[in-house]
């Protein structure tokens, strides 16, 4: 808690700061004047402020008129030898948290402290928590892919403007969609999802456009479809390359005339509706083969994104571990587990054909089933299992092609690289084991990179 004091008399700042230091509150400054104190507050955050209402200038309630608690998130209390009823409504209408008469009562000081010290915990909390439940709706990464689809979003997000999402499965097209629909104008409206490959054939149209009673056998009530539920909204249709070519035909339909009907029904359904497409497939092969329309292709990719896969952007791998660990260790309610430095190096060797979903999952799962509080490199091996040991194996097979000189230097930084993980990254057993010294074997290290 960071506690600010403005007060003109000195007695009242000393004892003040002094029972909240003595209390646990260490960190509290004092000015006597409002404009000082106006000053340190725009410098710096403070979680509460302690505001007599007298002071020479600037008085307390035009100090709290500019202050703004709630967008600056401080607590103010207003302090007063002289309060009256008027005074205190219009302090509490400005925002004050609380109103205390002078001479102050100990008591009544920390049990608002404490209150106010509560809130602020249970507001870390609860954006804690938020935090969790996004896990799977939050771009983590710095590599230049990613701030280059980062940059893609926030331009096209403002825009209605129809958008196809490509990538492998498990890269976070979904994400991606999420998040235009976030950035764009309809953030305050609906995102639906639909998987066109999930639905059957037979019920696709019906999951779009909703049906009337007693259009098919089943029907027993209307339904509205998914164009409806996101009427001003976001509608984002997923893996749309596996819709069937008869429903690709119906959509089109309805994407020209910007309005549709449903299943058995007569009467044309206007909509307001920003469609974002995504697919795991090669669009553009898919109509020489027949099974894409490209009329309709050309109308779901006015504006084309990209997702890269993580083998592309392995420097994100870091930093995608420590939101997992944190997320997955918070959501089974055990103490956050850490990676050694080995454990890391063997992830960001690995290929990841499953991209940020096998990733996301490989750390649950060790979040779980590993005892320790520090993951380590056999952790990670066993935690892919037969296949990730042959893919690691396979992609860090040296290539002794080339000359002489540069064939020693691939093998000797490969076995270096072996022997660190037998290690789990420990320079001394590393050094033991290869009958050397540490100083030279840190300077090949160094060489190569190995951390």
């Not at 037979?202 to 509205?224: M, N, P, Q, V, W």
């Not at 290929?351 to 380590?376: A, F, Q, Y």
Request: proline residues 4%.
């Amino acid at each position: 808690m960071k506690i600010l004091i403005i007060d003109d008399e000195a007695n009242i700042r000393k004892a003040l700061s002094g029972l909240l230091k003595d209390n646990g509150y260490p960190e509290t400054m004092h000015c006597e004047t409002g404009d000082e104190g106006l000053r340190m507050a725009n410098e710096r955050h403070f979680d509460l402020i302690f505001l007599d209402v007298k002071l020479p200038g600037m008085n307390g309630l035009e100090v709290l008129s500019h202050l703004d608690p709630v967008a600056s998130n401080t607590a103010v209390i207003m302090i007063s030898g002289h309060a009256d009823l008027s005074m205190a409504v219009k302090a509490v209408r400005l925002g004050a948290y609380d109103f205390l008469e002078k001479p102050l009562n100990p008591e009544k000081v920390l049990l608002d402290v404490r209150n106010v010290a509560r809130r602020r915990s249970m507001e870390q909390e609860v954006s804690s928590l938020r935090g969790i439940v996004d896990v799977d709706y939050q771009m983590v990464g710095e590599s230049p892919q990613i701030v280059h689809l980062q940059r893609e979003i926030a331009k096209a997000a403002p825009s209605d403007s129809r958008i196809l999402v490509s990538g492998e499965n498990g890269t976070g097209k979904e994400l991606v969609a999420r998040e235009i629909h976030k950035c764009s104008q309809r953030s305050g409206a609906s995102f639906v999802k639909v998987n066109c490959a999930a639905i059957p054939r037979e019920l696709i149209e019906s999951e779009l456009f909703g049906h009337e009673k007693g259009a098919f056998t089943g029907a027993h009530k209307k339904k509205r479809g998914v164009f409806e539920e996101a009427d001003g909204g976001t509608l984002f249709l997923d893996e749309i390359g596996d819709m069937a070519l008869e429903t690709q035909s119906r959509l089109l339909r309805v994407l020209q005339e910007n309005e549709f009907q449903r299943v058995g029904g007569t009467v044309p359904i206007k909509f307001d509706v920003r469609i974002i497409s995504a697919t795991n497939k090669n669009l553009q092969n898919e109509i020489q083969q027949g099974h894409f329309r490209e009329d309709l292709y050309f109308r779901i990719n006015v504006i084309p994104i990209v997702v890269p896969p993580l083998r592309e952007r392995k420097s994100d791998i870091p930093l995608l571990v420590n939101h997992f660990l944190h997320a997955y260790s918070y959501r089974n309610n055990k103490k956050r587990k850490a990676m050694d430095d080995a454990a890391i190096q063997s992830l960001m060797e690995y290929h990841w054909p499953g991209n940020v979903r096998e990733l996301k999952n490989l750390i649950e799962r060790l979040v779980i089933m590993t005892e320790s509080e520090k993951i380590i490199y056999e952790d990670v091996v066993n935690g892919l299992g037969g296949a990730g040991r042959r893919e690691s194996r396979m992609e860090n097979e040296p290539d002794f092609s080339g000359p002489l000189k540069e064939r020693l230097m691939e093998f000797e930084k490969q076995l270096l690289l072996n022997e660190y993980r037998k290690a789990s990254g420990n320079v001394s057993k590393m050094a033991e084991h290869l009958q050397t010294d540490r100083p030279n074997l840190h300077r090949k290290l160094k060489k190569y990179d190995i951390k």
